[in-house]
């Protein structure tokens, strides 16, 4: 008995490591376009994470997975991967980059909602506000500190429509991929699969010469690349672990102050200047994120095989607190 709470106490605190992982990723990634470029940047950072995911949870076994989950709930979540690296490279300015971050960060939310929609999962009434106030999070964020405009906000979307459309894209995406994991991945780990792919995806990207090249390398692209792809890999095998062993519903609570965490890192990783408008947006997403989960926490509680163990911290359905593998 000891032993187990040991084990679990363990997997919970190594799974923890995974919001604070995944916060330094807009930060490294925004890094790595900028020195390697584009495509070449996003390259690199995936294929040192598919080396370290190997060291970590060796060679995945195709046959393991249902075919409709290998032909739409993958490609999810590679469509995730290229609208966020996407969205982040063609940003302007490190406030501009949190900006699109914090667009992708619907994804907590809008998880929740697909799990509703789409999973069977039962909710109260304020999942209802809850996602409205996500959304109003968001317009916080990008009105800035002059408040709500619609000519204003509708002005500062034009600047740049690609960037924070692939953001808002990438969030569905991600949502859509999280439901399909929980339906159909038998509880297996895909992770390097979806790392696989995206290394070829932006290999042939940068074939093409998508995104450019600057002429040298600066030590901080470098460091980007290599500590990208530890937080991406290690967030991952982290957050896999706690899921497991440890406690579900401590570690989805703790996943959606990722926003937070992304922020505090990208003031003084690439120099984002963040106002207090943008503050209270992120107060507003994390709070709106919150909201939506309490909604379903408590009903339809689920075994831990049947939580999906790469939802990022989406906490579709509660394990009851005897489910500790």
Not at 5 to 12: C, E, H, Q, Y
Not at 16 to 45: C, K, N, Q, T, Y
Not at 268 to 283: M, Q
Request: proline fraction near 4%; include cysteine; aromatic fraction near 14%.
């Amino acid at each position: 008995m000891f032993a187990a709470d040991s084990t679990a106490r363990k997997a919970t605190l190594t799974g923890l490591l995974a919001p604070l992982l995944w916060g330094m990723s807009v930060g490294l990634v925004r890094g790595i376009s900028e020195d390697f470029g584009l495509a070449r940047g996003l390259m690199v950072l995936y294929g040192i994470s598919v080396v370290f995911l190997l060291f970590i949870l060796g060679r995945p076994k195709l046959s393991a997975y249902p075919k409709k989950y290998l032909w739409f709930g993958i490609p999810a979540a590679n469509l995730c991967s290229i609208c966020f690296g996407l969205s982040l490279a063609l940003s302007d300015g490190g406030a501009q980059t949190m900006e699109v971050g914090m667009v992708n960060y619907l994804w907590p939310c809008l998880t929740v909602v697909f799990a509703v929609l789409f999973n069977g999962q039962k909710a109260r009434w304020w999942i209802v506000p809850g996602f409205f106030v996500t959304i109003a999070g968001i317009v916080t964020v990008l009105a800035g500190d002059a408040g709500f405009d619609p000519a204003s906000f509708a002005a500062n979307v034009q600047r740049n429509p690609w960037s924070y459309g692939l953001a808002f894209i990438g969030a569905v995406a991600w949502a859509g991929f999280c439901s399909m994991t929980r339906a159909w991945a038998r509880g297996e780990n895909p992770v390097i699969v979806i790392f696989v792919i995206d290394f070829v995806i932006f290999f042939v990207l940068w074939l093409f010469g998508v995104g450019g090249e600057p002429q040298t390398i600066g030590w901080k692209g470098v460091v980007s690349a290599v500590l990208g792809a530890m937080a991406m890999g290690g967030a991952y095998a982290a957050w896999t672990y706690g899921t497991m062993k440890g406690n579900l519903t401590l570690l989805a609570i703790a996943s959606y102050f990722t926003p937070v965490l992304s922020c505090v890192f990208a003031t003084f990783w690439i120099g984002a200047d963040l106002t207090l408008s943008f503050w209270k947006g992120v107060a507003l997403v994390v709070t709106g994120s919150l909201v939506c989960w309490h909604a379903t926490r408590g009903s339809a509680p689920a075994t831990s095989d049947e939580v999906s163990t790469e939802d990022r911290g989406a906490p579709l359905k509660r394990a009851p607190a005897s489910s500790k593998a």
